[in-house]
């Protein structure tokens, strides 16, 4: 039985469980809308795990969106001397948060405020953490794809985004679970936020006389493509990475692999014409073409 399950069961005797698992001093007492689900705190071997599994690192700034006691981001703070913020709907869970925080020194890196994670905003962050309830995960993935940067990674204790498949996903053993869902086992994933390249593009190799228009679709990290004024060519094998963007066009039986970096409206790279390298710039086409 994972999670899901445990939760799925009526919502009562769901509740009655998870207070008995972590005992009276864990329970929920304040009357707060808990859509993304009951507090239930990451045993600290997994939290570990997930920060790895995130290459969290000094220069991020991590957002733990349904913070609870904070232990991700003081984590964070503290071992791996990031900054970052914790938003929690549970107001004595914030304040539980921040003097943690106080009495960990860390206080002037990290910071939790009462929030619906909705209503946040996470354009800050370059890592986000969550351990939330499957509709939540639903709920909240485009939001986090449209206001995480590109290249910035989101990692999920259990629960994953359904049709945006993971980059990386681990499953270990985690005795410390089997007291919380039966399971003596966390499963991670971890998701690289892919640059937005929807629209039309128009792209220029050094030295070439004209021009190539696309035009890419992207759902999630599924790009697909079409070549707008090429007859006979083709374009495939499109993968965009964080910022990184790969294709490949073919004209007859010749392939052009294109390799390139996006930012905002414009990406540039190399692309490999029969032996010798040439850069390539591309523009967001605002006019249709
Ligand atoms: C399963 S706990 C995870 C706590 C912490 N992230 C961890 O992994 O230890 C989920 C937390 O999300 C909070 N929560 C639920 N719905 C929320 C919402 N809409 N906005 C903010 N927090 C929410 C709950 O109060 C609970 O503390």
Not at 46 to 73: E, K, P, Y
Not at 79 to 93: F, W
Request: some cysteine.
């Amino acid at each position: 039985m994972n999670l899901f399950h445990f939760f799925a069961r009526p919502l009562i005797a769901g509740l009655a469980c998870l207070v008995c698992a972590h005992g009276a001093a864990q329970a929920q007492t304040r009357d707060v809308d808990r859509t993304g689900g009951p507090y239930v705190p990451t045993p600290q071997v997994v939290v570990d795990q997930m920060l790895r599994f995130g290459r969290v690192n000094a220069s991020d700034f991590v957002m733990d969106l349904g913070s609870g006691d904070g232990v991700i981001v003081l984590t964070a703070a503290r071992q791996m001397k990031a900054s970052g913020m914790g938003l929690e709907i549970d107001p004595d869970l914030v304040k539980q948060s921040n003097e943690s925080a106080r009495k960990y020194g860390v206080s002037d890196r990290v910071s939790f405020q009462a929030m619906d994670v909705f209503k946040a905003d996470l354009s800050r962050a370059t890592v986000v953490t969550l351990y939330l309830l499957p509709a939540m995960m639903a709920n909240l993935r485009g939001k986090i794809f449209s206001e995480l940067r590109p290249g910035a990674r989101v990692v999920s204790h259990d629960y994953h985004f359904g049709e945006w498949q993971e980059d990386e996903r681990i499953t270990f053993d985690a005795p410390e679970k089997e007291a919380i869902n039966g399971i003596p086992s966390a499963t991670l994933y971890l998701w690289i936020i892919p640059a937005k390249v929807s629209g039309r593009w128009r792209i220029q190799v050094d030295g070439s006389a004209h021009q190539q228009a696309v035009e890419f679709t992207q759902h999630f990290h599924t790009v697909k493509g079409n070549l707008l004024n090429a007859k006979g060519a083709n374009l495939t094998d499109i993968s965009v990475k964080g910022e990184d963007i790969t294709f490949a066009i073919w004209n007859g039986s010749t392939r052009h692999h294109y390799r390139g970096k996006v930012r905002g409206g414009s990406m540039s790279g190399t692309v490999n014409l029969d032996g010798r390298e040439a850069r390539w710039q591309a523009q967001r086409a605002s006019n249709p073409m």
